[in-house]
């Protein structure tokens, strides 16, 4: 079993900075990746980036490339997920997940979920 603690969320100005952690408890093997979503109000969760646990390599989607990026401290057991130049449009509940079969971009691929931050960015 794996467990997940997202924290770090807040308000923002728009051009701000944020960044999230995911504290990671139990036995991730190398095999698994950790993701980040999001999801707005009335909207679907989607992908945001995520990292391999065996490799360190990294995946992000279109629209937070060059702002956001994904690492992880082995020694803390925790991934972070640091957001610059923040825009209204990232704000979203977001959560980090844990896939027991490598990186996927679908939530639906995912096994375990923390419990969401909220990141409000004002314009």
């Known amino acids: 079993q794996v467990q997940l603690d997202e924290s770090g969320g807040g308000l923002v100005q728009a051009g701000g900075s944020l960044r999230l952690s995911c504290a990671v408890s139990?036995?991730?093997?190398?095999?698994?990746?950790l993701g980040w979503f999001r999801q707005a109000p009335g909207k679907e969760r989607d992908f945001v980036g995520g990292i391999r646990w065996t490799d360190g390599s990294t995946y992000y989607e279109d629209s937070v490339k060059g702002r956001f990026t994904i690492s992880r401290d082995n020694a803390k057991n925790t991934v972070y997920l640091q957001m610059n130049s923040l825009k209204p449009e990232d704000t979203a509940i977001y959560y980090c997940?844990?896939?027991?079969?490598?990186?996927?971009?679908?939530?639906?691929?995912?096994?375990?979920w923390g419990q969401g931050t909220q990141v409000t960015v004002s314009s």
């Open positions: 139990g036995r991730i093997f190398s095999s698994y990746a």
């Open positions: 997940a844990a896939a027991q079969r490598g990186l996927g971009y679908r939530d639906w691929e995912y096994d375990y």
